[in-house]
């Protein structure tokens, strides 16, 4: 018992010692009555915001981790399984990038879409973007550097990418099948 009492003492002891080892800012004025003229006092106030980058490319929420993978799929129409086509998926793929630490580099990297031992190469996609302030980047490329919107750190920008497959059904005929790959698209500090 007599060694629980000590334990309380000594830590409100140490908690004592810590709480005043940084006095705040105090004053005193005096003088005779009706001739005081009132005390002031300072005190910092500080907020530290710590940094971060979001992304959040497809559905989804933008400050929240996890989800889904969205999929942009392409049915090329039987008239067009033998010809130069270009096709255009319907669904734009929102976009939307958020950070507070300045310049940022955004890229892409992916592998060409394969079925078996058949591949599309990815220079066949092309994307266009509904905002130019942020673009696709180009896949497997040097990641483009995007710049602050708002003040001199923070990045808030939305758009709708539309993708289009090139077909070439003629030139480079195609095995019946899904192709399919991965797309990685990545926001950091440069």
Wanted: hydrophobic share 40%; net charge neutral; aromatic share 6%.
């Amino acid at each position: 018992m007599n060694r629980q009492v000590w334990k309380v003492v000594a830590t409100a002891f140490v908690a004592s010692i810590t709480a005043t080892s940084a006095f705040a800012e105090s004053k005193i004025v005096t003088g005779t009555a009706g001739t005081t003229s009132g005390a002031s006092a300072n005190l910092k106030l500080k907020i530290v915001i710590p940094e971060f980058i979001a992304l959040r490319v497809g559905t989804g929420q933008i400050y929240t981790n996890g989800g889904q993978i969205d999929e942009v799929v392409f049915t090329v129409p039987e008239d067009s399984a033998t010809s130069n086509t270009p096709i255009t998926n319907s669904a734009p793929v929102a976009v939307h990038l958020v950070s507070n630490v300045g310049s940022v580099n955004f890229g892409s990297s992916g592998s060409a879409l394969t079925n078996g031992d058949e591949t599309i190469a990815l220079s066949q996609i092309s994307v266009n973007s509904s905002n130019p302030s942020l673009q696709h980047p180009v896949f497997n490329a040097t990641a483009t550097t995007l710049t602050p919107s708002s003040g001199t750190k923070v990045i808030n920008a939305s758009t709708n990418w539309t993708f289009t497959y090139n077909h070439q059904g003629t030139d480079t005929p195609l095995g019946a099948g899904s192709f399919t790959t991965l797309i990685t698209y990545t926001a950091a500090k440069p």
